[in-house]
């Protein structure tokens, strides 16, 4: 019973790679999240999909896109990192908007 | 948009004592309401959650949150803490705009 699966879980990178953040659910949930952590600031949402075949922004999108392949997975994408995008980024996923959200590990991301 | 305000950065109690984690939220009507625990190096864990009806919510590991709508306010407790509740807590808001908006977070320090 995996839950929200995401990969990896520790990156670096170098300024201007590019990566992507996977993230996998296996609960049939609709609604998928992009999150950032920063010390002090809480979960920042960068993107969301309320439902299969929609993405929307979040508070933070910039330096972002995100794809939902299918119902099960929510990618991010960083094309050109910069080091304001060293974070964690959680992945989490809902039955539906607003209820109650699952959450991934998490990914530890360096760029230097 | 809703908003979340944790007051209180960083509480420290004894191990035993009573806890109390402030929270309040910004929204013209009744959201859902949500309080989530992250421990270390960890994902977030739902502790319990608040829709409608009953406004005490019973939640996992013995904690308790109170819903006062003239307040604005979901505040969690717990009677009696333990070792292992040292960890961050973050109160979470969603409305209708299909996501949660997370507050900054209180970090509880157990002290024996």
């Known amino acids: 019973n995996a839950g929200v699966t995401q990969t990896p879980k520790f990156q670096v990178l170098k300024t201007g790679q590019s990566m992507t953040l996977q993230c996998a659910q296996d609960?049939?949930?609709?609604?998928m999240y992009w999150y950032r952590q920063d010390p002090g600031m809480g979960l920042r949402l960068i993107y969301y999909?309320?439902?299969?075949?929609?993405?929307d922004k979040g508070e933070v999108p910039n330096g972002y896109n995100v794809s939902r392949l299918n119902k099960r997975e929510f990618s991010l994408r960083l094309e050109s990192a910069a080091p304001s995008q060293t974070s964690v980024y959680f992945c989490?996923?809902?039955?539906?908007?607003?209820?109650?959200?699952?959450f991934g590990q998490g990914t530890r991301l360096t760029v230097v | 948009a809703q908003s979340v305000t944790q007051p209180d950065i960083h509480i420290t109690v004894s191990e035993g004592a009573s806890l109390e984690l402030r929270c309040n939220y910004s929204?013209?009507?009744?959201?859902?309401l949500f309080w989530y625990v992250q421990s270390p190096g960890q994902g977030l864990q739902l502790l319990l959650k608040?829709?409608?009806?009953?406004?005490l919510v019973q939640g996992i590991k013995g904690f308790e949150a109170e819903f006062k709508r003239s307040q604005s306010s979901f505040n969690l407790r717990k009677p009696s803490v333990h070792w292992s509740d040292a960890a961050e807590y973050f109160c979470?808001?969603?409305?209708?705009?299909?996501?949660?908006?997370f507050g900054a977070g209180t970090t509880v320090t157990v002290r024996a």
């Open positions: 989490a996923s809902s039955v539906l908007p607003n209820t109650e959200a699952f």
């Open positions: 999909s309320a439902s299969e075949g929609t993405t």
């Open positions: 609960m049939n949930h609709n609604s």
């Open positions: 608040y829709f409608s009806g009953d406004t």
């Open positions: 979470a808001v969603g409305a209708d705009d299909y996501k949660l908006s």
């Open positions: 929204y013209g009507a009744t959201p859902y």
